[in-house]
């Protein structure tokens, strides 16, 4: 579990495909501080285990479903990455609950430059967009974004100075794509209502009788 907050950027080393999967290398520092073989490390917003630990990198091994689902099928030596430690029992959700479970991957359409912000637009999956609201939460390569704007299946998040110049987020360029994780609360909630055995407990009678209306 993460929070969407970025620790710091690091350096693709190397990223080698295999029969199954592939194996990334990442030079960094920060999130190397009390970090053990095992452990969880958002890369982009893809959760992935510490395999290999060094002073100024770590390695994981790259599942098949990760490059079916994420950027990664286009990772290459030189790209830089967001990363992100494990959130603990005792760390603040400066962000927002994220599993660094990749829904899918959107395409980066746009950017406007404000006075300091900067506006990105991204276009996602029409079958995702559902779980995008206005003003709610999602992450786009690993960070916890707020949504300004929604349009069918383009979404404007407005990104402060702070975010823009500490991710990778400047250095996207038109067409380029981006790891999509959306609220989880959205599909928890859509679970719920479209569980068969919900369908007929949920009336306006059982509302009434427990005080929601």
Do not use: W
Not at 29 to 51: F, H, M, P, R, Y
Not at 67 to 72: A, D, E, G, K, V
């Amino acid at each position: 579990m993460f929070t969407g907050i970025i620790e710091e950027t690091g350096i693709v080393k190397s990223f080698s495909k295999k029969t199954n999967g592939a194996e990334i290398q990442i030079q960094c520092s920060t999130v190397l501080e009390g970090s053990k073989i095992g452990d969880s490390i958002s890369i982009n917003g893809a959760c992935q285990t510490i395999t290999q630990l060094s002073e100024d990198s770590f390695c994981a091994d790259v599942s098949d479903e990760t490059l079916n689902i994420t950027t990664f099928d286009k990772m290459k030596s030189g790209d830089i990455v967001n990363l992100e430690r494990a959130l603990t029992l005792n760390s603040r959700l400066g962000g927002h609950i994220v599993s660094g479970h990749v829904d899918c991957k959107g395409k980066f359409i746009s950017v406007e430059k404000l006075s300091e912000f900067h506006n990105l637009s991204f276009e996602i999956p029409v079958q995702q967009s559902k779980y995008v609201v206005y003003k709610g939460s999602i992450t786009i390569n690993g960070i916890s974004l707020t949504v300004a704007q929604v349009s069918g299946n383009i979404i404007t998040a407005a990104i402060i100075p702070q975010t823009f110049d500490n991710t990778n987020l400047k250095y996207l360029k038109s067409g380029d794509y981006v790891n999509i994780e959306t609220d989880i609360l959205g599909k928890y909630v859509e679970k719920f209502l479209s569980a068969k055995d919900n369908s007929n407990s949920i009336s306006m009678k059982f509302l009434e009788e427990n005080g929601f209306v």
